[in-house]
């Protein structure tokens, strides 16, 4: 029993370490899974999130380099925000370097002159709204210390902080420049945390018409400007009720460019597309950025559920146990669990399931052995659906499995008993008992001997 109790003991904390780095390894993995419509879109990119889940349920060329054209401006509002605190009392005068900049680009304008003193607040209702592309020049002229390079390079460090990978910022206005650029995927997250971490912008870009205060240039009532967004407008076709906002961007080189919010029965959605034609066969203006939008939205409302795919606690599978004390059997479960935004016309029993069991963890029978601690994790669930994972959930051992000290120990005793080392030894044994006998048996008929021959002297 002493034998036993040293060889056990090693291999349970050599059982404990492994279930330690077992369970770092297999942490959660759950990838969102997205749909695809009975449609087809005109934009070139898209991405669609449900704001309320943080679950992307529609994408379409998300990672290609597009241009962000005047959605740049949802990036230039942001750094504002970050270093003005009081709106409605900080001032900024329009420099001429701002207009000497945008000479004959056929920029956007709200109509500032040069040394004219504008409010923050009408600087960015006109930057979002008017998409004036003046206002984000004053902007980033004073907000970068009178240097609009190192506004530019605020916003690309606020990029790399928000977790775009695929965008550049060379100005911050959005007029075309080949280094100045994004991709769908990009320009939803930095859309995304714009609306949840900046109300104020939110407030501004949602509004369908605004007028500007007087300045020391212009009189009261100068400019009442409406949102770019058609969407936003009752007296247009275009007009969508469930549509909020948010920026648009046009520019020949990068298509029409859009990015609005939706909200309906509770169920809000931040979608971004880009890249939609600015001109049909024929050279006439188009504007099926908006048919896009309204289409995606109808599909997402009308289609989609916040559903529950899989259950913790759910058993999926079990596995032998060796030297099982209270059992010969493990049950495993899922860890957690999944829940999702899911397309009602889609069954989830077409899933498909994917069992995949760790096999360092198993024995050469595919068994384990005992001690198994509840909660132990020996493997994934997985489903996927036309080869796209939706989840992956950990499985867990349901109960503890002590183990038991007469199975071991016999186990191990056939086995030291049946191992070559031991026949080797038996054999060797065996044969010494042999030579031994003869040696004995030798020795005694010698003695026998000389004791004949001594009676023969006498």
């Known amino acids: 029993m002493t034998f036993c109790k040293k060889r056990t003991a090693p291999l349970l904390i050599a059982a404990i370490l492994l279930m330690s780095m077992l369970c770092t390894l297999f942490s959660v993995s759950s990838s969102a899974i997205t749909f695809t419509p009975n449609f087809t879109i005109s934009s070139e990119a898209a991405v669609m999130i449900n704001l309320d889940k943080d679950a ?13 054209a005047s959605l740049t401006k949802i990036m230039t509002a942001m750094i504002v925000l970050d270093n003005v605190s009081d709106l409605d009392n900080t001032y900024f005068e329009a420099p001429l370097a701002v207009f000497d900049e945008l000479y004959g680009q056929n920029a956007s304008a709200v109509g500032l ?7 923050v607040t009408d ?3 006109s930057l979002m709204l008017k998409s004036a592309c003046e206002s984000a020049g004053v902007l980033a002229y004073h907000v970068g210390g009178e240097s609009t390079a190192n506004f530019v390079d605020m916003m690309n460090a606020k990029a790399k902080e928000i977790g775009c990978t695929g965008t550049n910022f060379v100005n911050p206005h959005g007029l075309y420049d080949d280094k100045q650029y994004t991709n769908a995927n990009d320009m939803a997250l930095i859309a995304k945390y714009a609306v949840e971490n900046y109300p104020k912008l939110v407030e501004i870009a949602t509004t369908p018409e605004y007028e500007m205060h007087a300045t020391n240039v212009h009189s009261e009532g100068w400019a009442h400007i409406y949102h770019t967004n058609s969407m936003l407008n009752r007296s247009s076709s ?5 549509a909020k906002g948010f920026k648009t961007g046009t520019l020949d080189e990068s298509g029409r460019n859009l990015v609005t919010l939706g909200s309906r029965d509770g169920n809000n959605y931040l979608l971004v597309t880009m890249g939609s034609p600015m001109y049909d066969e024929n050279g006439e203006s188009v504007y099926h950025h ?13 289609n989609f559920e916040y559903k529950q795919i899989v259950q913790s606690n759910q058993e999926i599978t079990e ?3 060796k030297f099982g004390e209270s059992s010969d059997f493990v049950r495993l479960v899922t860890s957690e669990s999944y829940s999702c935004m899911w397309l009602k016309t889609i069954d989830t029993s077409r899933l498909t399931e994917k069992i995949t069991i760790d096999e360092s963890l198993l024995n050469e029978d595919g ?3 005992a001690p198994i601690s509840k909660g132990q994790v020996f493997g994934t669930y997985s489903l996927s659906m036309s080869g796209e994972e939706v989840c992956s959930i950990p499985l867990a051992a349901q109960d503890d499995v002590t183990l038991s000290q007469l199975a071991y120990s016999w186990d191990k005793a056939k086995q030291f008993i049946s191992s ?12 010494l008992i042999v030579i031994y006998a003869i040696i004995f048996a030798v020795s005694k008929k010698k003695k026998k001997h000389r004791r004949v021959k001594r009676k023969r002297k006498f």
Do not use: C
């Not at 002159?113 to 409010?119: A, D, I, K, P």
């Not at 275009?238 to 469930?242: A, D, G, H, L």
């Not at 070559?420 to 044969?431: H, K, P, Q, T």
């Open 420 to 431: 070559g080392w031991f026949v080797a030894a038996a054999a060797i044994a065996a044969a």
């Open 113 to 119: 002159e040069r040394g004219e003193v504008v409010s």
């Open 238 to 242: 275009y007009y969508y009720q469930y």
């Open 123 to 125: 600087l960015l209702y």
């Open 56 to 68: 992307v349920v529609y994408t379409k060329n998300a990672d290609k380099k597009m241009y962000p």
């Open 367 to 369: 068994t384990v052995t």
């Open 319 to 321: 596995l032998q146990v």
């Open 290 to 302: 908006y048919d896009d939008h309204k289409m995606l939205y109808e599909w997402a409302f009308e």
